[in-house]
């Protein structure tokens, strides 16, 4: 099968993770993408782990990408962008606002040159109002938007919020981007005209807070905790998630207390919340005496939607993930390591990352050629 997006042609000015994420979606469905980078390189390319000169964090990100060495700050590298234009689909920065108008390469400098042009922006804030211009990185769209008080709210006895290492923002807002551009082909074949997607971070995050978005409208007071949290067993933790009435009802079936669906601590949802401390404590009375994997077997039994805690590597190795073929592996100077493809399948398309990840600068003089500048750029 061919690819879905075959004979897109995308223009890469993204740089870390958020607009990276972005175009290696748009490379893994097909599109070819031109990944413009400064001399120096794309600042992923010396993050850890490297091998060989080779990071697996920039490939991983970039793989199946071509890379172009453009020096921006000479207009000659100006005009061969504006040149380059004139033949894609599809522009992707994620650059603070202000930098690419500086440089003549924004929205409104190049539709003239190709009306047809769909062109992202990724920023922390969006392209217009009063905090545009202000540098932004996951960690701190994640205090900004609220989310991680909102997850500190549901740990008990926490009063200083927590690092999340993990960049959630950077990957939502490179998905909800890729979502803006599909949109924008999508109507570009009924008007046969491109447009401006201004994607941002913190609004991406704040899609994650649905119930604190209504919280916040209408305020009421939580009474107890939700039935889910880790529970201790002979060897770790698993996570039961006790979202109904039936899997509260397998639940204590699995931990040999039918007794609990009719006790008047448990009977009613908002009775569990209420007495959640009680509940867990006589399920870990349970649970401790069995090793996480017995645990597991006792609520798939009765019914009950739960798992261990895995490490990263452990849920690599998870047989579902290799029925599904979720990785993909990919090749670059220092050798060879697996990504993820797109946690999506289609029945007409293939849905795969590329198999290598480019060197600096190795399809410059490609690339140049097709507006007659290669000659000149290898002078």
Request: with cysteine.
């Amino acid at each position: 099968m061919a690819k879905a997006l075959e004979g897109l042609r995308v223009l890469d000015f993204t740089t870390t993770i958020a607009g990276p994420h972005c175009t290696r979606m748009l490379s893994d469905l097909g599109a070819e993408v031109i990944k413009v980078e400064a001399p120096e390189g794309d600042m992923m390319r010396t993050r850890p782990p490297m091998r060989e000169g080779a990071s697996t964090s920039f490939g991983q990100l970039n793989a199946g990408k071509k890379s172009v060495v453009l020096d921006l700050k000479d207009k000659s590298a100006v005009a061969a962008v504006r040149a380059l234009v004139k033949g894609v689909d599809v522009l992707v920065e994620n650059y603070r606002p202000g930098v690419m108008k500086r440089l003549g390469l924004d929205y409104d400098s190049l539709k003239p040159l190709n009306p047809k042009l769909i062109y992202c922006a990724i920023s922390g804030y969006g392209q217009t109002g009063p905090s545009a211009d202000r540098a932004a990185y996951a960690p701190m769209i994640h205090a900004a938007s609220g989310f991680d008080l909102a997850n500190m709210s549901y740990q008990e006895g926490r009063e200083r919020p927590d690092y999340c290492g993990v960049y959630v923002a950077d990957v939502l807002a490179g998905t909800y981007a890729y979502c803006g551009i599909m949109t924008a082909l999508h109507q570009r074949q009924r008007t046969g005209e491109g447009q401006m997607v201004d994607v941002s971070m913190l609004e991406s995050m704040l899609t994650l807070t649905l119930t604190e978005i209504q919280l916040a409208q209408f305020p009421i007071q939580r009474v107890g905790r939700p039935p889910f949290g880790p529970v201790a067993t002979k060897d770790g933790y698993i996570m039961p998630a006790i979202a109904s009435e039936k899997t509260f009802q397998g639940l204590c079936h699995a931990a040999g207390h039918p007794e609990w669906i009719k006790d008047p601590r448990f009977a009613l949802y908002d009775n569990r919340r209420l007495h959640w401390d009680p509940l867990f404590e006589g399920l870990e009375v349970w649970s401790r005496q069995l090793t996480t994997a017995e645990c597991q077997a006792a609520f798939d039994q009765h019914g009950v939607p739960s798992s261990a805690y895995r490490t990263v590597k452990q849920a690599m190795s998870d047989p579902q993930l290799a029925h599904r073929d979720a990785f993909a592996t990919v090749h670059d100077a220092g050798g060879s390591f697996q990504v993820v493809n797109p946690p999506f399948r289609m029945t007409g398309s293939v849905v795969r990352a590329g198999e290598r990840a480019s060197k600096l600068g190795e399809h410059t003089r490609e690339v140049l050629d097709r507006i007659g500048l290669a000659e000149k750029e290898e002078a």
